[in-house]
């Protein structure tokens, strides 16, 4: 993640959801530029975007590549939780595990992350496009950090 600027849209559980589309109306762009810097007495991490700070639980983040937004959120602690996903063979886009297995950005299981607030169906973001809950199994890779 180093050298890469950091993206944050406000999560659905955020007492602050409402700004997303507050910003939309305003002409703003989702998601949002912002800086991680060091706590603030009130715990503010998380700087940018409509409301200009924001807790490390309020927001999604995310980091351009290959010229899409790919979700980085990782857990407080030791441990960096990767969500990874294949299709089942009941999906009608079965076809897309070949794809993946054969693009060097996603691999099989291909990364994914849940978007919870999502204004359609598909919140499983990742590999050659979104997809429901019901066409994945999904797999938790855990890495320590050194």
């Given amino acids: 993640m180093t050298n890469k600027q950091l993206f944050a849209k406000i999560r659905i559980s955020s007492k602050y959801f409402w700004q997303n589309e507050y910003a939309l109306q305003k002409g703003q762009k989702l998601p949002f530029p912002v800086t991680l810097k060091e706590k603030t007495p009130h715990g503010y991490e998380v700087f940018g975007g409509l409301g200009g700070q924001y807790h490390r ?3 999604h983040l995310f ?7 790919v979700c980085v959120d990782e857990p407080a602690g030791e441990l960096v939780v990767q969500l990874s996903a294949k299709l089942k063979r009941t999906s009608l886009n079965f ?11 996603f691999g099989l299981p291909f990364p994914v992350c849940i978007v919870p607030d ?29």
């Fill in 95 to 105: 076809s897309d595990n070949e794809l993946a297995k054969n693009d060097p950005r």
């Fill in 118 to 146: 999502a204004d359609y169906k598909e919140v499983v973001r990742g590999g050659p496009r979104d997809y429901r809950l019901d066409e994945v199994t999904l797999f938790v890779d855990c890495l320590k950090i050194s």
């Fill in 57 to 59: 639980k309020d927001v």
């Fill in 63 to 69: 980091v351009i590549e290959n010229g899409e937004y």
